[in-house]
């Protein structure tokens, strides 16, 4: 399974920036998918989730601002980032548990990563 993440770039501070990432591949079901983050000299934290059945929960610095959703025909999942501020600036990267067949293993897989960047 690949996640390709794409919609990350440069904005100024109150601004605002879509996120999307597509899974492909041996794909039966993908229960939960999700956004994290990594910004430099940082721990990667969850910045937000969704179950398949379309279940949230957020990051406390995010709620509010945030909105995650998904696509279960695609396969994808999205994020929308308002009122962005300077900290939230790091490399978002998407995340998925997937099955290939009915009965096999919920595997996780992780996206290559885009880089959002506020400015102040």
């Known amino acids: 399974v690949q996640l390709q993440a794409s919609g990350g770039g440069l904005v100024q501070a109150g601004g605002s920036l879509r996120l999307s990432c597509a899974a492909s591949g041996s794909i039966f079901s993908i229960n939960a998918m999700g956004w994290y983050r990594q910004a430099p000299g940082k721990q990667r934290e969850l910045v937000a989730a969704i179950t398949s059945g379309g279940s949230t929960n957020y990051a406390d610095s995010v709620k509010g601002r945030f909105t995650i959703s998904r696509d279960n025909a695609k396969n994808t999942v999205y994020l929308q980032m308002n009122s962005l501020k300077p900290e939230d600036t790091a490399v978002y990267y998407c995340?998925?548990?997937?099955?290939?067949?009915?009965?096999?293993?919920?595997?996780?897989?992780w996206g290559q990563g885009t880089q959002v960047t506020v400015s102040s």
């Open positions: 995340n998925a548990d997937s099955r290939a067949t009915m009965k096999g293993p919920l595997v996780n897989y």
